[in-house]
């Protein structure tokens, strides 16, 4: 299993931006897809964004479309997720994952390795 861990969240102002990135260990991080999930307190963790190994396939969920973009570096092993006109709504803790499967999907059981999360708290 490839080894996640992701940075680059905290407080911010509704309106704001924010980038996160994962970092991935392990030399099979290219064969991989990628996605990002969020999980708010008392509810479900739901997908937000996913990419191709080849960063080719995206999809964003229909409540980030058009303000999070997903994007990778394979040379660098890293996935980031940039963040624009944050909503108190995008809240949560956001985790990165790794998939086996050739074209990505927005199941979380598809997904066999997970970073450990980092917090996204939007203020309005």
């Known amino acids: 299993q490839v080894q996640l861990v992701e940075s680059g969240g905290g407080l911010v102002q509704a309106g704001d931006s924010l980038r996160l990135s994962c970092a991935a260990s392990g030399s099979t991080f290219s064969r991989l897809a990628m996605g990002w999930f969020r999980q708010a307190p008392g509810k479900e963790r739901e997908f937000v964004a996913t990419i191709s190994w080849s960063g080719g396939i995206t999809r964003h969920a229909d409540s980030v479309k058009g303000r999070f973009t997903i994007s990778r570096d394979n040379a660098k092993n890293t996935v980031y997720l940039q963040m624009n006109s944050l909503k108190p709504e995008d809240t949560a803790v956001y985790y990165c994952?790794?998939?086996?499967?050739?074209?990505?999907?927005?199941?979380?059981?598809?997904?066999?390795?997970w970073g450990q999360g980092t917090q996204v708290t939007v203020s309005s």
């Open positions: 994952a790794a998939s086996r499967r050739v074209v990505p999907t927005t199941t979380p059981s598809d997904y066999d390795s």
